[in-house]
T-cell receptor, first 115, second 116 residues
């Protein structure tokens, strides 16, 4: 009963370092996305994918890369970490798109601090 | 552009009483869906309830119901018989047909505190 699994749960980086946040889902969902949550701003979409091999930018894509080689995995890469990227990151997946009543299922989040 | 507004940064309610959390939205798309999520202090996002723009009746899920007023573009969450475990952040979100993916646009959230 895993659902959406994110690793790590916590991470501290130094400015300029790179890292990859992992996201995996076992529900065979086509749609996956990455959000960041900052105080007072709700969740904002970084990147999303509508299937293996297909990704696109969301609202705040700068400084992040994604790829989707399998249905299950959707990693988020920080290329050169900056303090402005300190945030809580959520990965989500869903079984259908725009007209569906199916909710997005969220992972437990990754708390990332950039020093 | 789509926008969700939650005007109540914080709300307080006595245990066993009902509480309404406000959500207004802005979209030019006639087809959309509205979602409410709960985020407890542990941080996970929990789906609560869904309302489609063409649904004839207000959505209900246990103690949660939606007061959906389409003409006013509001979708307020009503929690009946509040429990201490309802203390959390609550997010309203909207999904539009206008994008191929139908991404969620979130409001800023409302922190609900339930007093014993």
């Amino acid at each position: 009963n895993a659902g959406v699994t994110q690793t790590p749960k916590f991470q501290v980086l130094k400015t300029g370092q790179s890292m990859t946040l992992q996201c995996a889902q076992d529900m065979n969902h086509e749609y996956m996305s990455w959000y960041r949550q900052d105080p007072g701003m709700g969740l904002r979409l970084i990147h999303y994918s509508v299937g293996a091999g297909i990704t696109d930018q969301g609202e705040v894509p700068n400084g992040y890369n994604v790829s989707r080689s399998t249905t299950e995995d959707f990693p988020l890469r920080l290329l050169s970490a900056a303090p402005s990227q300190t945030s809580v990151y959520f990965c989500a997946s869903s079984s259908a798109g725009a007209l569906s009543n199916q909710p997005q299922h969220f992972g437990d989040g990754t708390r990332l601090s950039i020093l | 552009a789509q926008k969700i507004t939650q005007t109540q940064p914080g709300m307080f309610v006595q245990e066993k009483e009902a509480v309404t959390l406000d959500c207004t939205y802005d979209t030019s798309d006639p087809s959309y869906g509205l979602f409410w999520y709960k985020q407890p202090s542990s941080g996970e996002m929990i789906f609560l309830i869904y309302q489609g723009s063409y649904d004839q009746q207000n959505a209900t899920e246990g103690r949660y119901s939606l007061n959906f007023q389409k003409a006013r573009k509001s979708a307020n969450l009503v929690i009946s018989a509040s429990q201490l475990g309802d203390s959390a952040m609550y997010f309203c979100a909207m999904r539009n047909r206008g994008t191929s993916y139908g991404k969620l646009t979130f409001g800023q959230g409302t922190i609900l505190t339930v007093h014993p």
